[in-house]
């Protein structure tokens, strides 16, 4: 079974989690016991268009205390599907512009994007902004789906008008637009019969089983990325050896590996992966090791004369997740895969109080105390020691998202 | 249709995901503990910590030691599960009990009819962190559990009260996770390693692992009791029966196992995972159905997280 991991985003009140309800309840994957917490929630919280009895679907994703007394999302929540040969893990996104940061935490961990607006009021400012940060996040497919059609006639005409709204807002992106009511389940598995039958495309479901699936962990085809994790605990000499994970390419035993940090070569004396010994290993494996040298924990191996950049300072983008953060001239811990380093960002003129402005994608520069060694976010293996955060260093929280552009 | 570069199996994703997991917690802590409750989902926990650490012929060590917090309403079962699992591996458990903790006047038993420990192990647990000076707890609770677990990051950060904080939960990017602390402010952190996996995945994981499972997993005849409220528990010396319950024995197996007095059974024949897969995916409910603990209120296990529940 391939896997296919999808977030749903959009302003609030475009119907996301009513169409993962509905998504999910069309399959006849909502369990009675869940039936019934979804009616309870119902029946206590009835608001707009759901009044009158009629069971709310948003309440299957929308399970806190807060979001289900306040009628909205506040956290992403998962859930998972089996289809034929395919594990469907779906991400419902919250739409406020406060939650921005947990859009961004969701968007993070998906192969592709169900990005909802409303068919009668079109755009709005959160629809713009989780589209441009789903394409800063390099998400390869999206599908934007025009809700709530019944609002608007089902007019084939006004879906015409907000696919060409939203076409012009990705630029030269890919994007499939489709429409759609989730409330009353047209265009979620299909489209026959419906108010909507004029519509010849894809309908939710068969987009869903057509986008390609893609792995957590990067290309096996791009050049070797590894980083020391640990050693081994235990007793006898013999059986020590260096914890690694390959983030991208293909590690061969007796490979030389360079460090951007070490001269000289580290030999691949051994690779074990669980209790089998193997002659190669790939993105993801967990790997027990045998070095012809010890390595420290979070160190980078490449293959030599295809390791990454290494600089003080560092042009980058940086989406802040917080608000009233006062980024410029001040100190962070930048965390990647590999390592934790203190960094500070340079100060620059702008008009926003602190330089930088909330869910905003910016650009900077961070200077660090030595040199620093990483890949760039264009970096073929998947980028991903091209992504960084910034965490407070009073608190240690998560403050903003970064990727690394060059020095 | 386009066919993806490579057909991936999901669950060697997974494997990896959660060993990645474990091994960042055992790099980004000082002193992490797994808790283990002799249940499925934490014991594919231990097995993948033996992928993650021993690379077999004997070498390696998990670099944590092993939490059960026991409420005494164990599964008898259960129990002797875990003392062989540990006698196998050789690690080292640590337990501490929930009646000691109300013998402290630290927790008080609940009275009436089916009374439950559930809520009490929160505070064996916190006094359990806070006596060893734990900073990070391993547990192998899943997002597809559960309305609220749906909702958890892999790293969770815990106050110093050991409460979950659901409407500021830190973002959590890519796979860079982060387990930076408050220094001095006594703040912990939740590990979810099995976040992304579902009920059928752990089956099929340990499955493929070929390791034992509890018994109490596959059908076997019970004494079972019907409380007044419909649901069916095993009968135990831990519940008092009023008159209007119903008594017998039924064939049953358990789809979770927790406390004897909170895990409702299930009845079935199934005498194998791949039968129990097939029942699964046919019975009206689900997983956390069977649990009378999700049942006080609509939100009981966001409730007991922010009590400081696994």
């Known amino acids: 079974m391939d896997q296919l991991r999808i977030m749903v985003c959009g302003s609030v009140d475009d119907g996301k989690s009513t169409l993962v309800g509905r998504f999910f309840h069309e399959l006849g994957q909502i369990k009675s016991d869940q039936v019934q917490t979804i009616e309870k929630a119902s029946q206590k919280n009835a608001t707009g268009r759901e009044k009158s009895g009629v069971v709310n679907l948003a309440y299957f994703t929308d399970g806190l205390r807060s979001e289900v007394e306040n009628g909205i999302t506040i956290d992403v929540a998962y859930r998972y599907l089996d289809m034929a040969g395919r594990r469907l893990v779906v991400a419902d996104a919250p739409g406020h512009f406060e939650f921005t940061r947990n859009m961004v935490t969701a968007c993070s961990q998906v192969d592709a994007v169900v990005l909802l607006l409303e068919g009668h009021s079109g755009l709005k400012e959160q629809t713009r902004r989780h589209l441009k940060i789903a394409q800063w996040m390099k998400i390869p497919r999206i599908l934007a789906v025009v809700n709530k059609m019944d609002l608007c006639g089902f007019s084939q005409e006004i879906f015409l008008k907000r696919k060409q709204e939203i076409e012009s807002e990705a630029g030269m992106a890919e994007i499939t637009v489709i429409p759609a009511c989730a409330l009353e389940g047209h265009g979620i598995l299909s489209f026959a019969g419906s108010p909507l039958s004029w519509f010849r495309g894809p309908s939710l479901l068969d987009w869903l089983k057509q986008v390609p699936g893609s792995s957590v962990f990067g290309h096996e085809d791009a050049s070797l990325r590894l980083s020391i994790q640990g050693r081994v605990l235990g007793a006898g000499s013999d059986e020590a050896g260096t914890l690694a994970v390959i983030h991208s390419g293909r590690l061969q035993r007796e490979d030389c590996l360079q460090t951007p940090e070490v001269s000289g070569l580290v030999q691949v004396l051994e690779i074990q992966i669980g209790d089998q010994v193997t002659n190669h290993a790939l993105p993801g494996d967990p790997v027990f090791l045998k070095l012809d040298r010890e390595v420290a924990a979070g160190t980078l191996l490449t293959l030599p004369e295809k390791g990454p950049l290494s600089a003080r300072r560092w042009k980058v983008e940086i989406c802040p997740l917080l608000e009233n953060l006062d980024l410029s001239g001040k100190e962070f811990w930048l965390r990647t895969l590999l390592a934790e380093k203190k960094v500070r960002v340079l100060p620059r003129a702008t008009s926003t109080p602190g330089g930088f402005a909330q869910n905003e994608i910016q650009e900077a520069v961070l200077e660090f105390a030595e040199d620093f060694a990483t890949d760039t976010r264009d970096f073929s293996g998947q980028g991903d020691l091209g992504r960084f955060v910034l965490l407070s260093l009073e608190t240690g929280g998560t403050i903003a998202a970064g990727f690394f552009l060059g020095v | ?310």
């Open chain 2, 1 to 310: 249709m386009v066919v993806a570069m490579s057909m991936r199996d999901h669950l060697s994703d997974l494997e990896k995901e959660s060993i990645y997991v474990l091994r960042e917690t055992a790099r980004q802590f000082k002193k992490p503990v797994l808790l283990f409750s002799g249940g499925k989902d934490s014991l594919l926990l231990m097995h993948l910590s033996v992928k993650a650490f021993r690379p077999g012929k004997g070498g390696g060590r998990f670099p944590y030691p092993i939490l059960h917090i026991d409420t005494g309403h164990n599964f008898p079962e259960a129990l002797e599960f875990r003392d062989r699992l540990m006698a196998d591996l050789g690690e080292n458990l640590i337990v501490r009990k929930v009646e000691d903790s109300i013998r402290a006047g630290r927790a008080v038993d609940e009275t009436g009819p089916f009374p439950s420990r559930n809520r009490q192990q929160s505070v064996t647990l916190m006094d359990a962190m806070a006596e060893f000076g734990f900073d990070a707890a391993i547990g192998g609770a899943r997002r597809d559990e559960e309305k609220s677990r749906a909702k958890e990051r892999f790293f969770s950060l815990r106050n110093s009260a050991g409460a979950w904080d659901p409407k500021n939960q830190r973002p959590e990017l890519w796979r860079i996770l982060n387990g930076r602390m408050r220094s001095g402010a006594g703040e912990q952190m939740r590990v979810f390693p099995l976040n992304n996996w579902t009920e059928n995945d752990v089956w099929h994981g340990l499955s493929r692992m070929k390791v034992e499972v509890p018994s109490l997993y596959f059908a076997h005849t019970r004494r079972c009791v019907r409380r007044p409220d419909g649901n069916w528990l095993a009968m135990s010396p831990y519940v008092f029966p009023t008159p209007d319950c119903v008594i017998e024995e039924r064939m049953v197996r358990f789809r979770t196992v927790g406390d004897m007095t909170c895990t409702a059974p299930v009845f079935s024949s199934a005498k194998t995972i791949e039968e129990c897969l097939v029942e699964n995916a046919q019975l009206p409910t689900s997983e956390r159905g069977t649990r009378v603990d999700d049942q006080t209120s609509d939100a009981a296990m966001e409730d007991r997280k922010k009590e400081g529940y696994f």
